[in-house]
Each structure stands twice: as structure tokens, then as C-alpha cells.
């Protein structure tokens, strides 16, 4: 797990432009913090020298541009990393900063990783250049940097077996403190809020509320003692170890009105963001490194692959099992309405070219099929005009198999095929965004089940043992 931020660097006041920038580099690579200037390492300079380096690209872009550094410019921007305790080792963390300063600065500016060891929790300081290489250019800062350089962070850490996280400190709350917070609720307490949760939504039934916790990510066991399996869990939780209030019996009660839903279990939607969700079960998984679902999934897949999807899954807000699979059901079910919406219209658009092609048939071959028929059918007629007999007769049997009475206008069909070609053009954009969501919501959740071990057949393996017990 590694916090992040990006902090610009402006002149220290009543100090020049090139003591600040030496003073700032010597911080972070202090020999006393970063055992003995091993974890420093640079690109497109040398440590020892970085400062003085930084200062010339800074005249090179003043020479180019004609213009001075100013007392307000930004000279340096630094990006501090902060790792976990006891989860990443300082080699480890140096390179990480290293790939997230190449990653952040594309190569284009100078910059210096120093991975300080002084404190309980390991941390980089990368200090950049805010002027290019090139020395015609200048690193411009960003609405929404922040996020993105999280997203890039996590993305490395995700790589390399570290965890994420899931609720980024904010304010002044000190680091460690923030850490010590973050407390994960127990599998049972987890099972509470989402059945309070579920029966806060009123199901009409048994089945009803079985299907609430089905997209919540729970599996239901049937039988004498009635049991769920949630998220990241390996064996079932029995009703009855919930204590008070949350038997099947209860459950069935509250349903049918027979009890009613506290206020304090009324209110556990509300607090229900408080459950371990995607993010951590599958960090737990990957720390884990094994069992069954984990082996199928890393026959297959990898770090990379994964961190892509939890970071589609973060972006998305789509952390929790349930909300990710009714996002993939409603996309799907808008990808198939529009795709039923654009095959309506395309066959309706085959209809009138057909319908178009067999009226000018009809009209080109009318003259010769009533003569045909004013010659009694005559065959020796027939042997002469046989192609456009055959072509008439065509046209009038596609007629009877449309339930066509009356012939319509070839212009009146042109307008009604551009009509419909517009309403296709205007279609297909939403639809093709569809589909591309459709898959990627489809593949992240087959990704998460394959590797939790979801079970997506468990609704039928319900139906199943719920049937047997009745026979």
C-alpha cells in the first residue's frame, strides 16, 4: 500500500533560485536517511551533481524563451510515496518510485528517487524538474493530478504484490494514525449489514430477499441450518452464529410483516459502505498466492492484467461484488435493447430494398405479362418471354408473402429508407459504447469471480437444493 503526492516547489523566501533547488535535492538524498546514499538513484543526471544540472536546463530554457525565472515559478515539483509498514522492503520501494517517476515524467524531465528509511513506514521522495530537458518546455500541473498520479501508483503497487488503498487519507490526520484505521469488519458483521440491508429494501418474499443477497456477492446454502458464504469467505456463516434477530425464522418474519425492521437495522443501508469490498478481497487473494481459484486464475492471467481491471473497477466506483454485477446486467440489457432496436431497422431497411427491387420488376415486366395473358398462357409466348414472365411472378408472389394490397411509391420508400438510415446513424454510436462497456464490465467480473472463487451458478445450485429437500 503507498500513499501519494505531488507537491510544486517554489523559491524558499529570502533565498536564490539555485540555493532552493540544491537545498531540496540534498534533503531527499540526505546520505543519513538513505543508507548511505545506496537507495538514490536519477535519470537524465547525476545524483551528485542533479542540483547544478537542473540549474543549467533552467538557462537553456530562459536562453530559448527569452524569459527569466520568475520569484513566483514553480522550480521543482516532488512526488512523496509513502509505503505500509513491514510491506514492501527500501530496494523495493526505490524501484517502484523509480518506474512511477518515469511513468509521471514520460523521460522528459530530469529527476531524483531517494527512499528514506528514518521512519517505521518506508518513503520516496522524487524531486523533478519542473522545466524539460529539451529546455524549450515546462512541466504544467493539472485539475485532477492528484487522482491520476494515485491511479499510477496503484497501479505499480498492484504489479508488484502490494496493496492499495481503498479510502486515501485526507486533512492533516497523521499517516500512522491513518493506517491504524483502517479496520476491516468481520465476515459475520458484514453478513449482518447485508442482510439488514436486504430486508430494508422489503422483498416480497423469501426468494425475493435471496436474490437482494445474490447481488450483494452471497452464496446461500439451504437446509437445516440455513448458511451464507460472502465475498473472500471459505466457508459458509450459519444464521444462527449471527445471534438475535438474523434466524431464518426471523428473516421470514420481517418479510411478512410479522416483525418489524429496527430503525437502527433500517439504517444499515446507509452504513453498508462500510463492508470489505472488491478492492480488499482481491488484495487479500493476491497476498494469499494460493487455492484453487487462485491457481485457475494464474494460469491465465497476472499482475498487470489484474491491476487494469481493479483500476476499471476504481474509476467506475464499482467496488462491491453486487453493484458490479447489476451494472454489467442493466449495460447488457441496454446493449441487447439497442442491438434488437438497430436489427429492427435493418430489416426493415432489407424489406424495402427487396420490396423496391421487386416493384420496378413488376413494373418493367407488366406490359409483357399482360400480353401473356391476353395470348390464353401460350406457351410459345411463354418460350419467348420467359425471363420477364418469370421475374412478374416473383414480384406478385413477394407481394401476397408481405400482404401487400396496394403498391407503394418508389419515392415514398426511398424517404422511408433514409429515415431509417439516420435513425441507424443515430443509433450506432450508444450502441457501439455499449458493447465496449458490456465487454469490459463482463471481463472484469468474470476476472473477480475467477479469482475469488465466485460461484455464478449458485442461484441454480439454490433452485436445485431447495427442490431436493421438497421431493
Request: glycine residues 6%; proline residues 3%; positive net charge.
Amino acid at each position: 500500500m503507498a500513499t501519494t503526492r505531488l507537491i510544486p516547489m517554489h523559491k524558499i523566501k529570502n533565498q536564490s533560485i539555485a540555493y532552493t533547488v540544491h537545498e531540496r535535492i540534498d534533503y531527499a538524498i540526505n546520505p543519513n536517511k538513505t543508507l548511505g546514499g545506496e537507495l538514490v538513484t536519477a535519470f537524465g543526471c547525476d545524483p551528485a551533481t542533479a542540483a547544478n544540472e537542473m540549474l543549467l536546463t533552467k538557462r537553456d530554457y530562459a536562453d530559448f524563451t527569452g524569459k527569466e525565472i520568475s520569484q513566483s515559478d514553480v522550480l521543482l515539483y516532488q512526488i512523496r510515496q509513502s509505503f505500509k509498514p513491514g510491506e514492501v522492503t527500501p530496494e523495493q520501494a526505490q524501484q517502484i518510485g523509480y518506474e512511477l517517476a518515469m511513468s509521471w515524467t514520460k523521460g522528459k524531465h530530469q529527476f531524483v528517487v531517494a527512499t528514506h528509511i528514518d521512519h517505521a513506514h518506508i518513503h520516496t521522495h522524487i524531486i523533478f524538474n519542473s522545466t524539460r530537458m529539451d529546455g524549450q518546455h515546462k512541466y504544467r500541473n493539472f485539475l485532477g493530478s492528484s487522482f491520476a498520479l494515485r491511479r499510477a501508483s496503484d497501479r505499480l503497487c498492484l504489479e508488484n504484490g502490494l496493496s492499495v488503498v481503498e479510502n486515501p487519507k485526507s486533512g492533516n490526520t497523521h499517516y500512522g494514525k491513518w493506517l491504524g484505521d483502517q479496520k476491516k469488519l468481520s465476515f459475520q458483521d458484514n453478513l449482518r449489514l447485508t442482510i439488514d440491508a436486504a430486508l430494508a429494501e422489503k422483498p416480497k418474499d423469501f426468494d425475493a430477499f435471496l436474490k437482494l443477497m445474490r447481488e450483494a456477492g452471497y452464496e446461500y446454502k439451504p437446509g437445516k441450518q440455513p448458511a451464507f458464504r460472502g465475498p473472500g469467505q471459505k466457508k459458509f456463516t450459519r444464521l444462527r452464529s449471527l445471534k438475535d434477530g438474523y434466524s431464518a425464522g426471523d428473516i421470514l418474519s420481517i418479510i411478512v410483516g410479522e416483525k418489524e425492521l429496527s430503525s437502527a437495522r433500517k439504517n444499515a443501508k446507509k452504513i453498508q459502505t462500510q463492508r470489505v469490498n472488491l478492492l480488499v478481497d482481491i488484495q487479500a487473494k493476491l497476498a494469499e498466492g494460493k487455492g484453487a481459484g487462485y491457481a485457475r486464475w494464474a494460469q491465465s492471467f497476472n499482475l498487470k492484467q489484474m491491476a487494469q481491471t481493479l483500476n476499471f473497477l476504481t474509476e467506475r466506483k464499482l467496488l462491491d461484488y453486487g453493484t458490479l454485477c447489476k451494472k454489467t446486467d442493466d449495460v447488457t440489457a441496454r446493449y441487447h435493447e439497442l442491438s434488437d432496436q438497430i436489427k429492427a431497422v435493418e430489416t426493415r431497411m432489407a424489406e424495402i430494398t427487396e420490396l423496391r427491387k421487386h416493384i420496378i420488376n413488376y413494373a418493367k415486366t407488366r406490359e409483357v405479362y399482360v400480353a401473356y395473358r391476353k395470348a390464353g398462357y401460350s406457351k410459345k409466348f411463354l418460350a419467348e418471354h420467359e425471363a420477364d414472365i418469370l421475374l412478374h411472378k416473383a414480384a406478385k408472389r413477394a407481394f401476397d408473402d408481405m400482404g401487400i394490397k396496394k403498391l407503394p411509391t418508389i419515392k415514398s420508400l426511398q424517404a422511408e429508407y433514409a429515415d431509417l438510415l439516420t435513425e441507424k446513424k443515430k443509433l450506432y454510436p450508444e450502441y457501439a459504447a455499449a458493447r465496449r462497456e458490456m465487454r469490459d464490465l463482463q471481463m472484469a467480473k468474470a476476472n473477480v469471480a475467477r479469482l475469488l472463487g465466485y460461484d455464478e451458478k449458485a442461484p441454480e445450485k439454490e433452485k436445485e437444493a431447495q427442490s431436493n429437500e421438497q421431493r
